[in-house]
């Protein structure tokens, strides 16, 4: 991996962790999947500009696109609907991941 990919990672892990820090939710305890995700993140501002939602479209439109940079506008009504976002990287804080059938 490249030093820059490699310091957008951590840029990325430091964004999301000071979110949880200060907001009522918390990462998904699954943390491959957080790991996934930071990568993610991190490939969208190396190619995009910004750590855009890495499940969300890009409009290529600079308004509609601010939306989904992370966190995204969207979150916290996913969180209060479904106990976690599209992104299943946030979570509520009672979020009990469900049971591999």
Do not use: Q, W
Not at 44 to 56: D, E
């Amino acid at each position: 991996m490249d030093d820059r990919l490699e310091k957008l990672e951590a840029d990325a892990r430091k964004l999301v962790e000071d979110y949880v820090a200060t907001s009522p939710y918390e990462l998904n305890p699954n943390s491959k999947h957080v790991d996934k995700i930071i990568k993610s993140l991190a490939k969208k501002k190396r190619n995009k500009g910004f750590f855009y939602c890495p499940c969300r479209m890009l409009s290529d439109d600079k308004e509609t696109d601010a939306k989904i940079i992370c966190p995204c506008e969207y979150h916290k009504e996913e969180i209060e609907k479904d106990g976690i976002c599209s992104c299943d990287l946030f979570v509520s804080s009672d979020y009990k991941p469900a049971s591999a059938v």
